[in-house]
Structure formats: C-alpha cells, structure tokens
T-cell receptor, first 113, second 114 residues
Framework: GDSVTQMEGPVTLSEEAFLTINCTYT??????LFWYVQYPGEGLQLLLK?????DKGSNKGFEATYRKETTSFHLEKGSVQVSDSAVYFC????????????FGSGTRLLVRP | DAGVIQSPRHEVTEMGQEVTLRCKPI?????LFWYRQTMMRGLELLIY????????DSGMPEDRFSAKMPNASFSTLKIQPSEPRDSAVYFC????????????FGSGTRLTVV
C-alpha cells in the first residue's frame, strides 16, 4: 500500500553543518511530493514541494529533488541554523479524486550552537 | 487570508464530558481534513471532506468521534464521551488541488482529558 519512509531521529547537528534527511515513498502513479516542517507548539507548514520527476523544490535554503527512479525525495540544506530545529515530515499526494496526503512519521532535527 | 483557524487552542476537560473542536478553513479551499497527533501514533488522518461532504472517515477511532461540515466555512469535531486516551493535539487542514496542492494547517487544539 501507499507509504512514506523517513529516517528516524533525532538528527543532531552543529550549526553550519550539512543536513540530509532521507525520504522514500511507495505509491502508484506519479504523486506530488512535499516536505512539511513543524516548529514546537505549532502546526505543520509547507516547506517545499515538487510535482513531477526531476523537479527540485526549494525554500529557505532547503532543497529536495523528485527522483522517480529511486522513489525518493531527500531533504538537504547546506548550512543549518539553530532556528531550523523542528520536526520535518515527508509526504506525497496522489493527484486523483482521493487527494489525501500520506505522511511519514517525521524526523526531529536538533541544531546546537 | 488569516489561514486555517482552530478553536480553542487548549482544552482541558474531565473524562466523560463532551468536547467540540472547531475549524474555519481558508476561503475557496474545497477539501478539509482533521488529524490527530500523539507521540505514540504520530500524525493520523481522522476524516476528510470535499465540498462539505465526508469522503473518508475510516480513521475515526470510535463511534465516540463525529465530525460535521455544515457549510464551506466551518467544521466541527466532537468527542462524546471523552476519555483520557483522547488526549492529543488535533489539527485541521484545508486545501484546494486547483491551487497547486499541499495543505494549510491550523495551529491545532491541544486536548487534555483528565
């Protein structure tokens, strides 16, 4: 069935380190892919998205590329800041009549000064 | 737009009481979703609506949970009677595929049942 697999956290990094959070998905067809971020005490916010193969989504220094051949959508950032500490969720949506987002379990990122 | 608005932000109630959570979606969004988030289970989709009609309620845990969407600008999630295991953060989200996909989430209601 449809599912999203994310690397387990917490991921702990020092400020200015390089970040990768792995995400792979299992879905039929060609879904749209998303990364959401949840800061403490808040709801989920859309961070970036990609709607077709080889698309690169980017926002606030974060990037992720839609890799159809490996069914992956890994999140990267070249230099993390303390303010990036949050939980990151990978998700996909089949753009059919169901239009449900399938979420991964989330990866907590802790960035130390 | 003010975004998705949920109320209340926090709710503390005694076991057995009725709880009603409220959500105002973004104007023009034709999909509305209710999620529950806990440490143990993560993010769970409870129910979603399209054009005010419930499409999939398979995530609603028990008959104690019910949700309505009487019009395009308002939805409620009701728990009656509430139990301590219902304690969680409940999120509402809305979306419109015609606007590029992705959901907009509210800030959530933190429910504590004692």
């Amino acid at each position: 069935g449809d599912s999203v697999t994310q690397m387990e956290g917490p991921v702990t990094l020092s400020e200015e380190a390089f970040l990768t959070i792995n995400c792979t998905y299992t879905a039929t067809g060609y879904p749209s892919l998303f990364w959401y971020v949840q800061y403490p005490g808040e709801g989920l916010q859309l961070l970036l998205k990609a709607t077709k193969a080889d698309d690169k989504g980017s926002n606030k220094g974060f990037e992720a590329t839609y890799r159809k051949e490996t069914t992956s959508f890994h999140l990267e950032k070249g230099s993390v800041q303390v303010s990036d500490s949050a939980v990151y969720f990978c998700a996909f949506a089949r753009m059919d009549s169901s239009y449900k987002l399938i979420f991964g379990s989330g990866t907590r990122l802790l960035v130390r000064p | 737009d003010a975004g998705v608005i949920q109320s209340p932000r926090h709710e503390v109630t005694e076991m057995g009481q009725e709880v009603t959570l409220r959500c105002k979606p973004i104007s023009g969004h034709d999909y509305l979703f209710w999620y529950r988030q806990t440490m143990m289970r993560g993010l769970e989709l409870l129910i979603y609506f399209n054009n005010n009609v419930p499409i999939d309620d398979s995530g609603m845990p028990e008959d104690r949970f019910s949700a309505k969407m009487p019009n395009a600008s308002f939805s409620t999630l009701k728990i009656q009677p509430s139990e301590p295991r219902d304690s969680a953060v409940y999120f509402c989200a809305s979306s419109s595929p015609q606007q590029g996909g992705g959901y907009t989430f509210g800030s959530g209601t933190r429910l504590t049942v004692v």
